[in-house]
């Protein structure tokens, strides 16, 4: 929901995005996010090789504090990164890097991640499944 709100606010642009969010109240914000989340995370697997997901996960050491070792968020406030497609995931973090989606956290990192960086944390991420494991068990 924080982030449609931010498009929807004008907060966050993006050509997609914005026109749609606009127009939304705050109860389709709320529900668009309730829908959404309460999707299964299994998706086909992608055709496309985006980059090399063991090394994405050493970069994804660094995003771990907010967005969990495996990329599953513990804090509502982060998002969830695991399973989401990895084509995505390159266009956010490029947007990030490029000041085009706002956020001070994300500026300052990904400002620092190379293009290499972008596609293996995207092919990393997009392997792992989105939901939680359970407590002292670990995802390899």
Sequence with gaps: ARILGAYKSGAQKDVAMTPIAQPLSDADVQNLAAYYGSLSCKSAASQTKVGDAAAGKAVAKNCAACHG?????????WPTLAGQKAAYLQNALKAFRAGLRKDPMMAGISRGLSDADIANLAAYYAEQSCQPTAPGRKTP
């Design 69 to 77: 070792e495996t990329g599953v968020a513990g804090n509502p406030a």
